[in-house]
């Protein structure tokens, strides 16, 4: 397992490639509610089969977890984020025992919501 400092540097690493947030999102409209950092989620389910998910965050540690986030299920479809499983996720990225419980839960938080948020939009 890599050193927090390692994960850290590798989490920053991820931030810088998140992709860019619509900065009229940034609002209270698309804040996630539960996370310690200010956390965005905005969607576009215009094609329920290739849903566009875009993050962003404060804290650039959070970023490169969302961007992880991103990456993994960016163009899913919302039945394939309707049964996204946070914890497989968090064990294959090697993530299940390095983060706090508040990042944690921040995560879950947002996982929860994203799932909310594309089934109502469909």
Known sequence: M???????????????????????????????????????????????????????????????????????LDSCSVAEIATFDIDAFYREEGLDNALSPSRSNGLYQVAKTLKLRAQSLQ
Not at 23 to 36: A, M, N, Q, S
Not at 37 to 62: C, G, H, Y
Request: negative net charge; charged residues 25%; proline residues 4%.
């Open 2 to 72: 890599a050193s927090w400092e390692q994960l850290f540097r590798q989490l920053v690493q991820q931030a810088r490639s998140l992709a860019e947030y619509p900065p009229e999102c940034r609002d209270d409209d698309h804040l996630v509610g539960g996370c310690e950092a200010k956390v965005w989620l905005w969607l576009d389910t215009s094609n329920p089969e290739s849903v566009v998910i875009r993050f962003d965050s404060e804290s650039r540690v959070v970023r490169g977890l969302l961007a992880m986030l991103q990456q993994r």
